[in-house]
């Protein structure tokens, strides 16, 4: 038995089905996952040794590779200094400036420990500043795992939501409206009929977690137009796409400006962190300033934000183009290639995905129609050709920034015997 089976079952027994957040027990593909044992730069070792190129950079959130020596030297120094302290410190205020003078909407920001957490809140300042209760969503996208927003939507255009989990309350459910993702005139029917009682509409500007689907032409556009015209907040939730399609985010690269913005992930550099800012007149309705309550013991951790500087610091403008330039290059090598093979994709930038049907889809019901068993197909050859996808057709996939040519061509040649294996 391998070390990384052996571990599986010792987990099984004592974290529910083995692992500390589902995707990774790889149900959507079958087999079993290798547990990791260390990470440098863009290479991944398993417990069993077999190495793999990192596709998946931890769900986005390792941008600059493994190990990266910036991000461990500045977590090694601030450990020295001590980890917590759970009061104000100087590093923080550099952050929350790195923020607000990268991301366009964001004036104010407060530091918080997950992108669940960040969402959660932000949904709650848009309901305590404008005083409404309803909050839109949009069909697919994921935004953390709490009660308001872990929701499915039922058929028909606009659906008050269904609770997507045993555990959350209908009631609660029920004050959130699903409409499907890059559809404005879904959005125009449910602001028509509810535009008065709606506090925010909460998208990613660029879907990740239905496979990577950017916005139609004229969506981000028209859906600050709809919010501005109903007293409603646009919230951005660039968890996912926040400092990686581009310096200022998905609102810098498509040239619209949401009222609030949630950030994870790469803002984290790899440790607990994450955020949410926007208008300094929403955000001053904030505790100790205002009266909608938020707040965390481990939020602005001085490790975390050490690593958070050490990343942000490293993303100049000419990572960015050379991040682009790595995605071009898949897209010409493999991805444009494969739509002769009756698939389709996306790409923004350093994230795309492959979709397993002939037209690429532009909301969650065309990706459901996705051929998954010629997917899963897919995933685990690549895993036996040492490439580490995420393990499901809803997942976007990630490039690290530190792609060498070498690393691109190893990518391509791999993805493409994957294809035909
Ligand atoms: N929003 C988006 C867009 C995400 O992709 C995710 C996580 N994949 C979250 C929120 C939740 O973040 P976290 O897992 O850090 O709670």
Redesign the pocket.
């Known amino acids: 038995m391998s070390r990384s089976d052996a571990l599986l079952s010792r987990a099984q027994k004592v974290i529910p089905g083995g692992v500390n957040s589902p995707v990774r027990a790889f149900k959507a593909v079958g087999g079993k996952p290798p547990f990791i044992a260390k990470g440098q730069g863009v290479t991944l070792w398993d417990e069993d040794d077999a190495a793999y190129l990192d596709c998946v950079c931890s769900?986005?959130a390792m941008p600059l590779g493994h190990a990266n020596p910036a991000v461990v030297k500045a977590i090694e120094e601030s450990a020295a200094l001590g980890t917590s302290f759970g009061a104000p410190t100087a590093r923080e205020v550099m952050l929350a400036e790195a923020i607000c003078d990268r991301v366009p909407s964001v004036e104010q920001v407060r530091l918080c420990s997950?992108?669940?957490?960040?969402?959660m809140h932000a949904v709650r300042l848009a309901r305590g500043a404008t005083g409404r209760d309803l909050i839109v969503k949009m069909d697919g996208?994921?935004?953390?795992?709490h009660d308001a927003l872990l929701v499915g939507a039922g058929s028909g255009v606009a659906t008050f939501a269904i609770p997507g989990s045993p555990g959350i309350p209908a009631s609660v459910a029920a004050q959130t409206l699903v409409i499907p993702f890059n559809d404005l005139a879904a959005a125009e029917e449910v602001f028509a009929a509810h535009g008065e009682k709606i506090a925010g509409v909460i998208l990613?500007p660029i879907a990740?977690?239905m496979g990577c689907i950017p916005p139609v032409e004229g969506y981000l556009e028209g859906l600050r137009a709809l919010t501005s015209k109903h007293g409603s907040l646009l919230i951005f939730?660039e968890?996912?796409c926040g400092f990686r399609v581009a310096r200022g985010s998905a609102q810098e690269r498509y040239g619209v400006i949401p009222d609030l913005t949630?950030m994870?992930?790469i803002v984290g550099g790899g440790l607990p962190l994450?955020a949410f800012g926007g208008r300094a007149d929403v955000m001053d309705h904030l505790a100790p300033k205002g009266p909608v309550y938020q707040a965390g013991t481990l939020s602005g951790n001085p490790l975390a934000v050490a690593a958070a500087l050490a990343t942000l610091d490293q993303l100049t403008p000419e990572v960015y183009d050379r991040w682009e330039e790595i995605g071009r290059t898949v897209e010409e090598e493999f991805l444009i290639p494969a739509t002769k093979q009756g698939l389709s994709y996306h790409r923004v930038g350093s994230m795309w995905t492959l979709f397993f049907k002939d037209e690429a889809p532009h909301n969650f019901a065309s990706v459901q129609r996705c051929d998954m068993g010629r997917f899963a197909k897919f995933f685990q050859s690549a895993l036996n050709h040492g490439i580490y996808l995420p393990a499901s057709q809803y997942e976007a996939i990630f490039l690290s920034a530190l792609m060498t040519k070498e690393d691109t061509e190893q990518l391509v040649s791999g993805l493409r015997k994957s294809l035909r294996s």
Do not use: F, L, P
């Open positions: 769900w986005g997950s992108g669940t957490e960040a969402t996208c994921y935004h953390g795992a990613e990740g977690n939730d968890v996912m949630t994870g992930k994450a």
